[in-house]
């Protein structure tokens, strides 16, 4: 049988398997910078739920999805084909609701339940989070928990977010994406996809955090419910001394043919805006995660809008 080309890695009894699943997770991060999470401790019922949810919300009026407006110093709220993606220089296919533990909700009164199952949903991403960055930070010589506490989600500056996205069906869809090609800013993703919503595609080939390097081949990574696709930001990348890989990802929808509504939930573990960011070997001079935020943005689209033009 032939091997995957994104390892899945089992954290079943995590605290015993530790060194085993370091081994695991450094490997696929140095090779494919995406891998794929079993036995992570979220059952596909508490999965399910809280696409039901997601969903529930997407349903709404514009008007009253509009109620939780998107910030744009936030970068929370809700957005509908907001998002033009430099790498394209089109609009993505999609809509998305972005949120922070402190940003503001859609009401119960719209949702019931929304705050409370997605609230929950969060934590237990964050103690996902946390068993895989504990064991990059001792991989990369840091303390254990040295990673964890950069991207605790309780302290104020922690700029992490869930996202929650809805890809509209299709038809014909050549010339349009549902995202653009592009790598995640932030140190840390979780992915949770549902059974026959593909178009995830990834692409290797970057050797540097801040380069734009690309392979030739885009390959598709199925959509499963119950399995969490993870993959290495760009903060992470810079904080290795690019040693684990931020990959450029898309996703499309077909060029002939109908496509279906797709549903995705992201955690993005972003970090805190006040802490020093900085590898082992120092290839890179000390900078604070939100003046890295704010030089990468700034990078991105200079760099990429010139690419397309």
């Not at 993606?85 to 089109?90: A, D, E, I, K, V």
């Not at 992201?266 to 006040?274: L, P, S």
């Amino acid at each position: 049988m032939a091997e995957k080309p994104f390892p899945v890695i089992s954290l079943k009894d995590f605290d015993n398997r530790k060194e085993e699943i370091t081994e695991q997770l450094l490997y696929a991060a140095e090779n494919t910078g995406f891998f794929t999470l079993v036995d992570h401790g979220i059952s596909v019922e508490q999965i399910e739920s809280q696409f039901i949810i997601s969903r529930k919300f997407f349903d709404l009026a514009p008007e009253i999805k509009e109620k939780t407006p998107h910030d744009t110093k936030t970068n929370n709220g809700w957005e509908y084909k907001a998002q033009l993606r430099p790498s394209t220089g089109t609009y993505d296919q999609k809509e998305s609701l972005w949120l922070q533990r402190n940003s503001q909700w859609p009401s119960n009164e719209d949702v019931p339940m929304f705050r409370e199952t997605t609230e929950a949903f969060m934590v237990k991403c964050a103690e996902i989070s946390d068993q895989v960055l504990s064991c990059f930070s001792v991989a990369l010589g840091f303390s254990a928990d040295h990673l964890k506490v950069a991207n605790d989600p309780t302290k104020a500056d922690c700029l992490t977010q869930l996202r929650l996205i809805h890809y509209p069906p299709s038809n014909d869809a050549a010339g349009t994406w549902r995202a653009g090609s592009h790598t995640d800013i932030g140190c840390l993703t979780l992915l949770f996809q549902r059974d026959g919503e593909d178009g995830l595609e990834v692409c290797p080939g970057r050797e540097s955090h801040s380069s734009f390097a690309m392979g030739d081949k885009f390959t598709p990574l199925p959509a499963e419910t119950g399995p969490i696709v993870v993959n290495i930001g760009d903060m992470l990348m810079a904080w290795s001394d690019d040693r684990l890989k931020s990959n450029f990802h898309r996703v499309r929808a077909k060029d002939v043919g109908k496509s279906p509504s797709r549903y995705s939930i992201a955690y993005f573990n972003q970090a805190r805006r006040e802490f020093v960011l900085q590898g082992p070997k120092k290839k890179y001079p000390p900078v604070t995660v939100g003046e890295y935020f704010a030089q990468s943005v700034a990078k991105n689209f200079g760099k990429m809008a010139t690419a397309v033009a």
